[in-house]
């Protein structure tokens, strides 16, 4: 094969040399002469324009490929490994061992004058979800007061059991409450006595109270939750009276605002068996009712720094023994505002209201009023307040504030006249020993400061006072009412095993009135004097030592100046107190 190429391509080689020999020779044997070519115009080559291919050929017999499906497996040998990570190790914490707690307390103490203690408390649960609380309270006194002629003896005694249920969103409670109080119309005076042997004179008082009431607490319901209370309270006189009060609270969500609704109804209704000792004869007993419904809407706007309540309070009152009925409007606005953080936080507000006044309430606040008294409520038709609080420090608070009510029919504690026409069953109460209510209507514009410092968790300390100027409808004094109060506290925990506190307070002078009856004499026209009680100042202390954490012993002193002041016209107070005494901790 390759020696067939190599022929070709000499006889190929060959032929052409025989060709341009030819060439040649035909050249030599005719010569056309030359000539002159004369362009006149240059060449101007052009380019045709590109096209593209409008249709995509089609190649026959092309072999189309198709992907073949691979499916693939994994055969799995289980091989033993011997490699161990290095476990990491947390830095050990100190652990504070938790405080041991428990259900039950007793408390046990005896001091001079005969005064006695017993306060005992357990809380039981019944399951994860019950619970049954019970306490017992009991606070007595036999001692005697030299400047006395007649014993004041006393004794307050309480028993009270709540049972709470406690769910996911919910929470209610029951409770049951009963009460005991023994006390002497003691401020008799030797000029009131006159000839009568003390051992005719009957000055005790025994006052009864039995109440059951609930609460209820809710959450994600437009119903936020609601109380009831039902009281019976009476005394020895045969005197008593009932009340009933449901409170219940509703918030309604608008938009990014709240609207809050409460709403209540209050019903009082009473008899004291024996009439009013301005009047010398006992003629008639009196009676008392009253009915309040009442509702205060009010809408929450929240702002940055500050905070706004605009509400009213919206009251009917009705005198069920009259007959006579009231529509009352009273403002209800509230506002803060955070002028620098927690520093410096303004606040302010004007409110009112209809208050439900009763015997209970004035029994709690002064016991020595006669069971003579005439109850109506007191119409609070504004208390205008301003005020700046914060903290000074972290642990220096403050809190001032300036304020101005309008009080109608505002209840004052005055002294009875005495009575030397009456005789009420025996009770001796008549002598100018015990206390009448008189309404006035009163104006008070009144400043306040305090301040509160914690030292640290251990140490507390709190001072504060009060100044107030007050205008009577009637020209009177403001009866019983101090133009200056103030008090400071302190309680100290030293170290783990001592404890102590105190307590300091300050009443300035309070005006009364001493009267006698005289037969066919308005009250007003009674021979009268003004009594001005002078002002005082009390010091209490206590200090206890913990020997564990079940056992601990306490001391407290009381009236440590050995002032025997009168918080109520002719009523001196016991002198220099001390009691001591014991609480255990434990397990019920």
């Given amino acids: 094969m390759m020696q067939k190429y190599i022929y070709i391509t000499i006889s190929l080689f060959l032929g052409a040399i025989q060709i341009t020999s030819a060439q040649d020779k035909d050249k030599e044997e005719k010569d056309l002469g030359t000539e002159t070519v004369t362009v006149t115009k240059a060449y101007k080559p052009t380019i045709s324009d590109a096209f593209k291919v409008k249709s995509v050929p089609v190649i026959n017999g092309a072999v189309e490929l198709k992907k073949k499906p691979i499916t693939y497996s994994i055969f799995s040998i289980p091989v033993a490994s011997t490699f161990t990570p290095a476990k990491g190790k947390a830095t050990a914490v100190k652990k504070t061992k938790p405080e041991e707690l428990y259900n039950s307390y007793a408390s046990v103490g005896l001091g001079n004058m005969s005064n006695g203690l017993l306060d005992f408390y357990t809380s039981r649960p019944i399951n994860r979800n019950e619970t049954l609380d019970i306490g017992v309270n009991h606070h007595s006194s036999r001692g005697d007061i030299d400047e006395t002629v007649v014993d004041n003896v006393f004794y307050d005694t309480k028993v009270k059991g709540v049972y709470t249920m406690r769910e996911r969103d919910m929470e209610w409670n029951a409770n049951l409450g009963l009460q005991h109080k023994l006390y002497s119309w003691y401020g008799v005076t030797d000029a009131a006595l006159g000839a009568t042997p003390e051992a005719l004179i009957d000055e005790k008082q025994n006052y009864f109270n039995a109440e059951a009431g609930g609460e209820l607490i809710m959450d994600d319901y437009l119903i936020k939750g609601g109380d009831v209370l039902v009281r019976r309270f009476w005394d020895a006189t045969q005197s008593g009276e009932n009340r009933a009060v449901v409170n219940a609270a509703v918030e309604v969500p608008i938009s990014t605002e709240l609207i809050n609704f409460n709403i209540k109804l209050d019903y009082l209704g009473g008899k004291f068996k024996n009439a009013s000792l301005n009047n010398t004869e006992n003629t008639a007993a009196i009676k008392y009712g009253q009915l309040q419904a009442g509702i205060n809407p009010s809408l929450v706007i929240l702002r940055d720094d500050l905070t706004v309540n605009l509400g009213a309070n919206l009251v009917y009152g009705l005198n069920t023994e009259g007959s006579e009925s009231n529509f009352y409007i009273y403002p209800a606005v509230t506002a803060s505002y955070r002028l620098a953080g927690e520093t410096a936080i303004a606040y302010g507000g004007i409110e009112g209201e209809l208050k439900q006044n009763s015997y209970y309430d004035f029994v709690e606040e002064n016991p020595f009023v006669s069971p003579t008294l005439t109850i109506s409520p007191t119409d609070n038709q504004y208390n205008g307040y301003v005020g700046l609080k914060g903290q000074l420090l972290t642990n220096l608070g403050y809190n001032v504030k300036a304020s101005y009510a309008a009080e109608n029919n505002r209840p004052l504690y005055k002294l009875n006249p005495e009575n030397a026409f009456r005789e009420d069953d025996p009770k001796d109460y008549h002598l100018g020993n015990s206390f009448d209510i008189f309404y006035d209507d009163i104006k008070t514009l009144a400043f306040f400061a305090e301040l509160n410092v914690d030292v640290n968790r251990n140490f507390a300390l709190g001072v504060n ?54 037969p066919a004499t308005q009250p007003q026209d009674f021979a009268s004097t003004v009594v001005t009680l002078e002002s005082y100042f009390d010091a209490n202390a206590h200090a206890g030592y913990r020997f564990d954490k079940t056992l601990s012993i306490f001391v407290k002193a009381a009236n440590i100046a050995n002032n025997n002041y009168q918080r109520w016209a002719n009523y001196p107070v016991q002198g220099f107190q001390v009691l001591a005494g014991a609480t255990y901790k434990f397990d019920l």
């Avoid at 300050?506 to 009267?515: F, I, M, N």
Wanted: glycine fraction near 8%; proline fraction near 4%; hydrophobic fraction near 40%.
């Fill in 465 to 518: 006072a009060e100044v107030f100027d007050y205008t009577t409808e009637t020209d009177n004094p403001a009866w019983n009412l101090p133009n200056i109060k103030g008090s400071l506290f302190m309680d100290y925990q030293i170290g783990e095993k001592w404890f102590m506190g105190a307590n300091l307070f300050y009443v300035g002078e309070r005006e009364d009135l001493s009267s006698i009856a005289a």
